[in-house]
């Protein structure tokens, strides 16, 4: 849940689950839209362990015949993977088979199709080695979650990977905002469900779970509280009452955009990359902005370094 109220406009999320067989339970769905989201809510919450089977292969496979047959041309695609278990079918034979069509054919199908592994086991009865080289064959990420406190880290981890977002560094519970930003969701770790977490504005006022405040969305969990600030009152925000690593993700109008360069520069010449900032397709001029702002471009050697 965390994950998908994190996810734009633009995403959207299926869900499936897999004992013996591989049960989409909703396709690809809006993920910021209320009521749809509601709905995928929902659909998480009817997913248990009650399945007497782990069969991996079959969970896949549903994921990538998802994508394939409602993903869009042109977006970037995930297959979130998550199993406490290892290959079971209740046929050793079958189980030995299936997890070489992993290897053999599903996962060289979904990189060709362009779609990323992300994979998560959550006990040391987890395969782990499966479940790593599954992520490693489409360029993923492999994680581990021994304990429920460690699920929300690792599904922020998955969403900077996925969604590359822009961050505000949050320094002694404090963060910065300015005009430019459109949106702020802040994640604060909870050591425990009891901890509350309350959030002042550059006014001081104070926002909490009970108490929100106009526009602001809180959804509270166990070890974490996902709090959403539309069009944050430009100024220094504060973290209270908080135990553990809180991150704050920006959405902001302001973007950076270049002229078309060659992707291969062949050596000994000069060539020229011209960078501007932009707000809805206007050049950014203002000086105030432009004091404090930095350009960085990277050029890859022949051998790979950077």
Do not use: C
Not at 3 to 27: H, M
Not at 44 to 55: E, Q
Not at 130 to 138: G, P
């Amino acid at each position: 849940k965390l994950f998908i109220a994190l996810l734009g406009g633009g995403d959207r999320v299926g869900v499936i689950s897999f004992s013996d067989a591989g049960y989409p339970v909703i396709g690809l769905t809006p993920a910021q839209a209320r009521v749809a989201q509601e709905k995928l809510f929902k659909a998480v919450d009817k997913i248990s362990s009650k399945g007497a089977y782990t069969n991996l292969h079959a969970g896949l496979q549903s994921a990538r015949e998802m994508l394939a047959r409602e993903g869009s041309a042109g977006r970037a695609q995930y297959i979130l993977l998550m199993s406490d278990g290892r290959m079971d079918t209740g046929d050793k034979q079958r189980d030995a088979a299936l997890g070489k069509k992993i290897h053999s054919e599903l996962l060289p199908r979904i990189d060709q199709q362009g779609a990323r592994v992300y994979t998560l086991a959550f006990s040391s009865a987890s395969d782990s080695g499966m479940m790593q080289a599954m992520a490693e064959a489409t360029h993923g990420l492999f994680r581990v979650a021994p304990t429920d406190k460690d699920l929300h880290a690792v599904f922020a981890t998955f969403f900077e990977s996925s969604k590359s977002p822009d961050m505000l560094p949050i320094d002694g519970g404090r963060f910065q905002a300015d005009s430019s930003i459109e949106e702020v969701n802040i994640v604060a770790s909870k050591e425990n469900a009891g901890v509350q977490v309350s959030l002042e504005d550059p006014d001081g006022q104070r926002h909490s779970a009970d108490k929100p405040g106009t526009g602001i969305r809180w959804m509270p969990a166990a070890g974490f509280d996902l709090i959403t600030v539309p069009k944050p009152k430009p100024g220094t925000w504060k973290l209270l009452s908080t135990s553990g690593q809180s991150k704050a993700y920006i959405v902001t109008d302001l973007g950076i955009a270049t002229d078309t360069i060659n992707a291969d520069l062949p050596a000994n010449t000069e060539p020229l990359v011209n960078a501007w900032l932009s707000r809805d397709g206007v050049v950014v001029t203002q000086k105030e902005i432009l004091a404090s702002t930095q350009f960085l471009a990277e050029v890859k050697r022949p051998d790979g370094r950077i």
